[in-house]
């Protein structure tokens, strides 16, 4: 199984609809990105964890499932650096791999000695469009499928049945 980790307010300054919803409403542009993420999530059937620093949202340590992506705000003096590095370690074994989204070096360095993979917020930004192109196309070749019956039959015979069944006469 995967395991993507992902510094939220990293991705939030990254990505260009979540960096200019930042500047007016910082919960709803979080609120975003846990979408976007459940979308992803959804599709590609990763576990899907973000993070948040507790200096954005002042509270005591919070976890929550939102669209089954598990969402944590760390304790007070803790970043979401800290955390990710603590989550990557304890989640990396040999039936998971650890992917970590984020663009802080410092951090990269720490997750490759773990064993983990790491993913640029570009890279994500990137991967996730491509997820949802990939949805869009997957709902208009379902829309534009065409029921075929079972049985054979002549199109008047067909279009004599579907008056039936509407009602028509």
């Known amino acids: 199984m995967n395991v993507l980790l992902v510094d939220g307010y990293n991705m939030i300054g990254a990505w260009p609809e979540l960096k200019k919803l930042k500047d007016s409403d ?12 459940a979308e992803y999530q959804s599709y590609k059937g990763d576990r899907v964890i973000v993070v948040f620093d507790a200096y954005h949202v002042r509270a005591l340590e919070r976890k929550q499932k939102n669209y089954k992506v598990e969402v944590i705000y760390t304790k007070e003096n803790e ?7 603590k989550l990557a370690g304890s989640l990396n074994d040999v039936r998971t791999q650890v992917y970590v989204a984020t663009s802080d070096y410092a951090q990269q360095r720490v997750i490759f000695a773990q064993g983990a993979y790491r993913i640029s917020a570009r890279e994500l930004y990137i991967e996730m469009k491509n997820v949802q192109k990939s949805i869009e196309e997957d709902v208009a070749e379902r829309t534009t499928e065409t029921y075929t019956p079972k049985i054979p039959l002549n199109k008047d015979v067909r279009e004599a049945f579907e008056k039936w069944r509407r009602g028509d006469k």
């Open 26 to 37: 910082l919960s709803q542009a979080r609120d975003l990105l846990v979408e976007m993420l």
């Open 79 to 85: 970043t979401a650096d800290e955390r990710i590095e």
